[in-house]
């Protein structure tokens, strides 16, 4: 029984073309995080919505949007994607209030390629 | 979050219990020590965490020094599908609903 989906789990894009990733939760968990992985490294935070409210990381690039329209999902725009932009996009929640004693639970990822 | 350091690798066999080291000087009080495998081509999973006291659950152990500066995980009998990045991180429970903070990890082998 999959939690956090992530759709689609492949991606191509062409340069400059915008993209849209998409996540959606069944845990009815307040927070939806977004990361970015690139090859052998490990995952970095982008940003993350708790309901409503937006917090972005201060090294995000602007080029990164993300919009969630309700608790169950959650987006990813990248406006103009460049090379440097093709990694794996992990979509993560947590609960919120007492996240630290729980946990977080991760989508399977999109491995988006920008050709 | 205070830091933590752990091996960049870790070689096991099969069938055979594996200890993944964590060092966390720096911990605070506050600190849940959380650790995370990431196989691959998926997300990061969860697989354990704890305070103070030692934990167990159906994937692993967490074994808790003392002084908390310290911690290992430990698979009891390790499997070809063990082979992951296992991440320890630090979360502070004042800390709300910020996301984790990953390392490097340690990359673990099973041989069969």
């Known amino acids: 029984d999959a939690m956090v989906i992530q759709n689609p789990r492949y991606q191509v894009t062409q340069f400059g073309k915008p993209v849209t990733l998409s996540c959606s939760q069944t845990?009815?968990?307040?927070?939806m995080y977004w990361y970015q992985q690139k090859s052998s490294q490990a995952p970095k935070l982008l940003f993350h919505?708790?309901?409503?409210?937006?917090?972005n990381e201060a090294d995000t690039p602007d080029n990164f949007q993300s919009r969630r329209p309700n608790t169950s999902f959650c987006f990813l725009d990248i406006r103009s994607p460049g090379l440097g932009d093709a990694a794996m996009y992990l979509c993560a929640t947590s609960r919120g209030v007492g996240t630290p004693a729980y946990g977080y639970t991760f989508g399977s990822g999109t491995r988006l390629t920008v050709v | 979050d205070a830091k933590t350091t752990q091996p960049n690798s870790m070689e096991s066999n099969e069938e055979e219990p594996v200890h993944l080291p964590c060092n966390h000087s720096?911990?605070?009080?506050?600190?849940?020590i959380h650790w995370y495998r990431q196989l691959p081509s998926q997300g990061p999973e969860y697989v354990i965490h704890?305070?103070?006291s030692n934990v167990n659950n159906r994937m692993a152990s967490l074994a808790i020094a003392e002084d908390r500066k310290s911690s290992t995980l430990i698979l009891h009998r390790a499997t070809l599908r063990d082979a992951a990045v296992y991440y320890c991180?630090?979360?502070?429970?004042?800390?709300?609903?910020?996301?984790?903070?990953f390392g490097k990890g340690t990359h673990l082998i099973i041989q069969p």
């Open positions: 720096t911990i605070s009080g506050t600190d849940y």
């Open positions: 704890g305070l103070t």
């Open positions: 991180i630090l979360r502070d429970s004042g800390g709300g609903a910020d996301g984790l903070t």
């Open positions: 845990l009815n968990h307040n927070v």
């Open positions: 919505y708790y309901d409503k409210d937006f917090n």
